[in-house]
């Protein structure tokens, strides 16, 4: 009743169901990363950073935590679903919160097209007698039935996936790991620094591609609504999720880096094919240790890690429908399932669509990586303004850690690496943001000036404050 009455005084009604617990949350923001994510883009990494693709993911990490904090702060302040787009509507003002949703809708939209497309490019790759479009809708259907279901469904369904992901990693550790012990790679901490290669640039640039692996940990913030404990369990679940993705992420990089069979080729082409991380497998266990790699993390891509991104496209698209600043027949929510249904079923379409144009081209995956980081990273940083705006100006708390230095930091990290991001991605991130601008010039037009319910509640005590 208590988590109701939270809803109600920002003028929301309860209509998801409040089943998820912590430990769901874990699961769920783990299968969004993809324990075994890096295993995708490894050569990318690898490449991109000068070979320090260990450092790049552990600056990542240190990156982020920041932005978890601060979504912590917000969550608090503001549970309910949305993400950035409530946290800038409510935290600055509904016309930031707009474009900040509709920056992230980059992220949000895009993601569960480019995972299906990966996911079906590399099962074709594994049988080639069936066509992408095939694997493409296969799996955009499985995933769209099973989140039609209901919340529960899709927790449990990843749960299970999550434990399949977690034992090939704990597969490759190992025979990685034996290998490099007996000689067959090149033991070295070049993987987290070399003073060949090494500008704080150049490991930027690495860590806005990486960030694709770090992507999800805030997926969990879409859950607010849905969680039995109330919202502040989502920051703790963040917080979590995000360390223990991190360090599985360094681990199977760094083995990944000291197993390369190329080194210099791979410095010098990168990884078109997309498969370095494969054949560094395949030195350390041989062609069947390649192949599980291979088809886990098409399976991963395609089944549960695409299935969570499409729950949080959804609850984002939901989020932005009942405040009127998208159709209204995307609030739509199941009564006998408490999902946002038709928000569901147009994310699995859209995805659908997405996924088979790419597929056409060329540099498909490339183009939706950047736009998807550039999104994310954007986002990220409206989040930090918004601790600071919210707490620290309109509240005024005297919280100098909580409130300033700590979105600072966050702040100052994620700028230098969108300044140092792929050039392609800012201007196609910058129109992408230029099309927000006309389109809520637009709805101011139209009379339908961005607003949000209950934006005036009781603020916490100057005390209260004190001691977030």
Not at 57 to 81: C, E, I, N, R
Not at 288 to 299: F, H, K, M, R, S
Not at 312 to 340: E, G, H, N, W
Request: with cysteine; proline share 4%; net charge positive.
């Amino acid at each position: 009743m208590q988590l109701q009455e939270e809803l109600a005084r920002y003028g929301y009604r309860q209509e998801l169901a409040r089943k998820l617990r912590f430990r769901d949350l874990i699961a769920y923001g783990l299968v969004y990363m993809v324990p075994i994510a890096p295993m995708a883009i490894f050569g990318s990494v690898y490449a991109g950073s000068g070979g320090m693709v260990a450092l790049a993911y552990a600056v990542g990490v240190v990156a982020l935590v920041f932005t978890a904090f601060s979504y912590a702060q917000m969550v608090k302040a503001f549970p309910m679903s949305g993400s950035v787009y409530n946290y800038a509507g409510r935290g600055i003002s509904p016309p930031v919160g707009f474009l900040a949703g509709w920056v992230i809708l980059l992220d949000y939209v895009l993601v569960p097209g480019l995972l299906y497309l990966v996911a079906a490019l590399a099962m074709h790759a594994t049988v080639p007698a069936v066509p992408v479009w095939v694997w493409l809708l296969g799996f955009v259907t499985v995933n769209t039935i099973i989140n039609s279901v209901g919340i529960r469904m899709t927790a449990m369904v990843t749960r299970v996936m999550l434990i399949g992901e977690l034992i090939v990693l704990a597969v490759f550790l190992a025979v990685a790991g034996w290998a490099v012990a007996s000689g067959k790679g090149r033991f070295s901490w070049g993987a987290f620094y070399n003073a060949d290669t090494f500008t704080w640039s150049l490991v930027a640039g690495a860590v806005s591609i990486a960030v694709l692996s770090f992507l999800g940990f805030d997926g969990i913030s879409m859950l607010a609504e849905e969680t039995r404990d109330g919202a502040r369990q989502i920051g703790r679940a963040m917080a979590a999720v995000l360390v223990l993705a991190g360090v599985l992420f360094i681990a199977q990089t760094w083995l990944a880096a000291m197993l390369v069979p190329d080194a210099d080729g791979l410095l010098a082409e990168g990884d078109p094919n997309g498969t370095a991380f494969y054949d560094a497998a395949q030195v350390a266990g041989g062609g069947w240790l390649a192949t599980l790699c291979a088809v886990a993390t098409a399976i991963a891509w395609g089944l549960p890690n695409s299935m969570v991104a499409q729950v949080a496209t959804s609850r984002l698209l939901y989020a932005m429908a009942r405040d009127r600043q998208l159709p209204a027949f995307l609030a739509k929510v199941s009564i006998r399932r408490s999902v946002p249904i038709n928000a569901t079923l147009l994310t699995g379409a859209v995805s659908l669509t997405l996924g088979l144009y790419m597929a056409t081209r060329a540099d498909g995956i490339a183009l939706l990586s950047s736009l998807i980081n550039f999104g994310a990273l954007v986002a990220f940083l409206v989040l930090h303004v918004s601790v600071v705006v919210h707490h620290l100006i309109r509240c005024r708390s005297r919280n100098w850690w909580a409130h300033l230095v700590m979105p600072g930091i966050g702040f100052a990290i994620l700028a230098y690496v969108v300044v140092n991001a792929n050039i392609a991605a800012q201007r196609l991130g910058l129109a992408w943001l230029a099309l927000g601008v006309v389109v809520l010039a637009g709805l101011y037009l139209s009379g339908r000036r961005p607003a949000l319910s209950g934006l005036a509640p009781a603020q916490p005590a100057r005390r209260d404050m004190e001691r977030v």
